[in-house]
């Protein structure tokens, strides 16, 4: 296979500011020779893996496939998409890949981990047995149900008028869920019945959403927040807790998003609470996901809500969550190559993290989530840490070339400092023709 580098120009002097990889004084002489390792996926998300990565002192080089310009300073970027299985099992045997991690869900959905695994290569990701906790919203539910698993009562419908009665004898507001990947049009969170039944309609009499199954499900009512835990078979290693904001606007305004911003850690969040949580929802998920004889190893990110009854489930996602993964591995203090390499083997492994907090703004095109207009010239000269999710270098300038183009961080001793950072960071970055929320974080610096 011919292989290029896709940023062949040079990197864009404001990229100078990640740290290099850098040798923890005293380890030299345990370091084996250096580990390559190979991410897949191009956002934000995979910036801050590959970010993450280059702190490790077991890792010599690093390959991100597609990548993207931000990551481009500790990466190879390498142009194979997401989805090509084959192109990414032929360069990691060809480059001697030791450990692959996968970000993007398409990837684990098209069975890149069945592959690796096929061929006897490390990668920390679920096969697509295990990524069905994320793309299949009734999977997840009997796994829950059937492990005791704290989480709204459901019923699942192919027939629109079971569908819409069922929906009538609950009270308002109604949740339902297309059973599938709907590229986060899937949920409906209808605050009238007539809300409701046009979302039922859709769902199960129109053909746009393809195979026509409904869940409809207790509504829960409390602040969500992103549990992420890597697991190895019934090894949990849980990571720090974040809160992401879905909605575009501020005060949670306008419609849903992939993540506009997002913070850690959560005061809102007691230790007992996240004990309740690890014990009763992810350590119990990776234990009946076992039990089913899945063999997950990766990411389980558990969405949850707090409600008055304690943490249940809202949805599982079978990978790290972007933005929050921006906010969390930033405060990772232990070494997360040995973190993946553990879960692979189901091994010991300790994580520790950092006191401060991070919270992170995303700049997103305007318009976005709908149609919004590429090429706004970017230029983070000065800001701390910038995590690049949609970004292109043309001519020797970096463009933006996403919805979401950018996630601006910021650290401090607490969550005003870690706010008042990235915010700041945010002034010099923002431009004509980006939009971001002014209030990320607010939900706990009001309460704190
Ligand atoms: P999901 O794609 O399942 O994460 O749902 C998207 C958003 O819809 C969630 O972040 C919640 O804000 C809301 N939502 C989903 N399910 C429920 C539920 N059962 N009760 C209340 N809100 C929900
Ligand atoms: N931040 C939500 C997600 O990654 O799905």
């Not at 032929?90 to 398409?106: I, Q, S, Y």
């Not at 590429?374 to 933006?400: I, N, P, Q, R, Y």
């Not at 183009?405 to 005003?416: D, F, N, P, Q, S």
């Amino acid at each position: 296979m011919e292989l290029h580098h896709l940023y062949s120009e040079a990197i864009p002097p404001q990229e100078n500011q990640f740290q290099v990889p850098n040798m923890q004084p005293g380890r030299e002489e345990e370091i084996r020779p250096g580990k390559t390792v190979m991410v897949i996926g191009s956002g934000g998300r995979e910036h801050a893996i590959v970010d993450a990565l280059s702190r490790s002192p077991r890792v010599q080089k690093i390959y991100a496939c597609p990548g993207n310009p931000g990551m481009a300073k500790h990466a190879t970027c390498v142009p194979i998409g997401v989805t090509d299985i084959q192109d990414l099992v032929d360069f990691a045997k060809e480059k001697h890949v030791d450990l692959t991690v996968v970000g993007p869900e398409a990837s684990l959905a098209a069975g890149v981990a069945d592959a690796f695994k096929a061929e006897g290569l490390r990668i920390f990701g679920p096969t697509k047995a295990g990524a069905r906790i994320e793309s299949s919203k009734e999977f997840a539910k009997e796994i829950m149900e059937k492990y005791g698993v704290p989480t709204g009562f459901y019923k699942s419908f192919d027939k629109y008028e079971d569908a819409k009665a069922y929906a009538e004898s609950l009270p308002l507001p109604t949740v339902i869920k297309y059973d599938g990947l709907a590229a986060g049009k899937g949920v409906v969170v209808a605050a009238t019945r007539e809300e409701a039944d046009a979302a039922l309609k859709d769902m199960l009499l129109d053909s746009a959403f393809g195979q026509g199954r409904v869940l409809i499900e207790e509504f829960l009512d409390g602040p969500e927040f992103s549990f992420m835990c890597a697991v190895g078979g019934r090894k949990v290693y849980p990571l720090a807790l974040a809160q992401d904001h879905k909605r575009a606007y501020d005060a949670d305004k306008g419609p849903n998003t992939g993540g506009m911003g997002a913070y850690s850690p959560l005061p809102f969040i007691s230790e007992e609470i996240r004990e309740k949580a690890l014990k009763e929802i992810l350590q119990r998920t990776a234990d009946g996901l076992a039990e089913e004889g899945i063999d997950y190893t990766g990411i389980l990110y558990g969405g949850l809500i707090l409600t008055k009854d304690g943490p249940k489930v809202i949805e599982f996602n079978a990978r790290f969550g972007d933005p929050e993964t921006e906010v969390v591995l930033p405060r990772l203090e232990s070494d997360i190559y040995d973190l993946f390499d553990a879960a692979i083997d189901s091994a010991d492994h300790e994580t520790k993290w950092s006191d401060d907090a991070c919270l992170g703004v995303v700049l997103a095109s305007d318009g976005y989530p709908g149609s919004y207009k590429k090429g706004v010239e970017l230029d983070f000269d000065g800001c701390s840490k910038v995590f690049h999710m949609g970004t292109a270098v043309k001519d020797g300038k970096l463009l933006s070339a996403g919805g979401r183009v950018a996630m601006v961080t910021g650290k401090g001793k607490t969550l005003e400092e870690a706010a008042a950072n990235a915010y700041a960071d945010v002034k010099k970055s923002a431009r004509e023709g980006l939009f971001y929320r002014s209030d990320i974080g607010k939900h706990s610096l009001t309460k704190a």
